[in-house]
Every structure is written in C-alpha cells, then in structure tokens.
C-alpha cells in the first residue's frame, strides 16, 4: 500500500465549478497537511498549511482534513482558468527530517475550461 | 516575498560526469532539503540538512549523492557519478523552523544525462 495515494486524473471541470481534490493516507503518524500547486516546469507553490484534523479556509480555497479516516482534501470553489496546474498533497509526521520531511501524493492535474 | 533560488534551471550532462545543482535557501532559513521529481512520477524526498550535517537520507541518496553547505547563503547537490536515472527535476526547499512547518521551494534544476 502506498503511504500517500493520489488521482493523478486529468480532472476538466468548468469555469466556475466547484472542484474536490483529496488523497488518502496509511502512516497515521501524519499531522502536518499541505497542499502545493505545481505548473508545468516549475517548482510546489504553497497553497494550504493544516495541522490534525479540521478545516481551513483562504478565500476561495478550503482544506479539510479527517484524520480518523486518513483523508484529505482540497476544494477550489468557482474555479478559473488560471487554476488549471497540477495539485499536489504532501504530509509529514513534524518528527522524521529535522520535523519536515515531505510525502507528496502523485498529484492531480486539472484543466478548468472556459 | 522571498524565494529559494536554484541555478541552473537546464543542466544537460554526459553520464558517468559529476554535476552540482546549487541552491540559494530563504536567507535566516536553517533547515534545508533536495527532492527529486522524475518526469510523470511523484515529488520524492532525497534529504534533509540541519546545523552543517545531514539529518536523515532517503535509500534513493547513495554514495554517488552528497550536499554541502559552502557558505553562509548556498546550499549544493552533488552527484559524483550522473547516470541515465538520474535524470529529472531537482527541487531544493528550505524552512525556518522545525516540527512540521510547510516547506518553500525552487523552482527546481531540470537535469538530462545523456
């Protein structure tokens, strides 16, 4: 089993859809959740930062976290062309690599059309 | 906002050669990592380096693999013998604290051995 498990898609949602993204996990010594946002030849932009369980909101962007069920998630709402980039899930149990060593999930790639 | 900068973003070189991907982590950073990221595959943690050592190593880092910290302000991979998997993107990434803080990263060295 994979330690983090990820729809790579591709996912082509409309302009202005509401758009889920969410990966699973096995190490339940995760608590640290991020999500990045990766275009094409360029590197993980930071788009969401979590700890344990719960949710977080930043404008248009909400990330939710279940830890009992080891599942995370991304919700873009009204979607813009200019989100379309490839997602990436990461976690880390804040212990292993001086407290930040990353698991990235394979990523998703979403394509919102106009 | 400050950035990690790595240099150079294209390095094409024969296998068998050594390469050095160099990296400008967020200056007051103390925290520093390499992933690597095949093409089409995910992003995978190499290494981390804290307070002038490494702090933990992935399997995929072996003895042809080695970073360095030369300065006060670059952070270098070195592969002393490039073969033809090594080729991928390279990602430097570096944080200011421990225990699980979101890491910022480049925009990564894009490495061809032929």
């Known amino acids: 089993q994979k330690e983090v498990e990820q729809d790579p898609g591709p996912l082509s949602v409309p302009e202005g859809a509401i758009v889920s993204l969410n990966c699973t996990y096995s190490?339940?010594?995760?608590?640290?959740f991020m999500w990045y946002r990766q275009y094409s030849r360029k590197g993980p932009e930071l788009l969401m930062y979590?700890?344990?369980?719960g949710n977080k909101e930043d404008g248009r962007f909400t990330a939710q976290v279940d830890k009992s069920s080891k599942y995370i998630s991304l919700f873009i709402r009204d979607s813009q062309p200019s989100d379309s980039a490839t997602y990436l899930c990461?976690?880390?149990?804040?212990?292993?690599?001086?407290?930040?060593?990353?698991?990235f999930g394979t990523g998703t790639q979403l394509k919102v059309e106009l | 906002e400050p950035e990690v900068t790595q240099t150079p973003s294209h390095q094409v070189t024969q296998m068998g050669q050594e390469v050095i991907l160099r990296c400008v982590p967020i200056?007051?950073?103390?925290?520093f990592y390499w992933y690597r990221q095949i093409l089409g595959q995910k992003v995978e943690f190499l290494v981390s380096?804290?307070?002038?050592?490494?702090?933990?190593k992935s399997e995929i880092f072996d003895d042809q693999f080695s970073v360095e910290r030369p300065d006060g302000s670059n952070f270098t991979l070195k592969i002393r013998s490039t073969k033809l998997e090594d080729s991928a993107m390279y990602f430097c990434?570096?944080?200011?604290?421990?225990?699980?803080?979101?890491?910022?990263f480049g925009d990564g060295t894009r490495l061809s051995i032929l």
């Open positions: 990461a976690m880390s149990d804040g212990l292993t690599g001086g407290g930040n060593k990353l698991t």
């Open positions: 190490n339940s010594a995760f608590q640290y």
């Open positions: 979590t700890y344990s369980s």
């Open positions: 200056s007051n950073h103390l925290y």
């Open positions: 380096f804290y307070n002038n050592e490494i702090s933990e």
């Open positions: 990434a570096s944080i200011g604290t421990g225990g699980g803080q979101p890491q910022h």
